[in-house]
Structures are given as C-alpha cells and as structure tokens.
C-alpha cells in the first residue's frame, strides 16, 4: 500500500489517515490521485514578472480543511 505523507503547516502528516482527504481538482482520495498520475497545477509558461499566483501546487483537503501547497511538500512511502 502507498503511504501518501504531506507536510502541512510545518508538519507532516499521512494523508491516508483521514478518511474523508482529498487531493487535486477532481477530489480524489490521496491514493487514487497518486495512482492516476498525481496532476498538479503547473504552468507551462510564466509572464515575466513570475507570481506566487503562477507557482506549481496542489490542493487538498485534510481533516476538513483546504490547504493550497506545492508538490514538494509531498512524499509517497510503501507501507
């Protein structure tokens, strides 16, 4: 089984913990959205003056709240 771990706030956590979590724009739980492909938002092309609004990231829905966070906070374990 895939562990899908994300650190939120400073902490990580396992997002397969909460059952009601999900990942993505299509509100996948975090192990489908890791099965089918894990899409995040990443822009092919940036203006000139880069954005925080144009920066790659996913969103998910952990323990009933919404965080907005870039895929490097994201790790996948075997457990």
Known sequence: MKLIYACLLGNWVCLNDDENCTIGDNNQSPSVWYEESAPVYAP????????????????LVYRGVHYRINPVFIQVTEG
């Open 44 to 59: 092919l092309k940036r203006t000139a003056a880069d954005s925080y609004y144009q920066l790659n990231y996913v969103n």
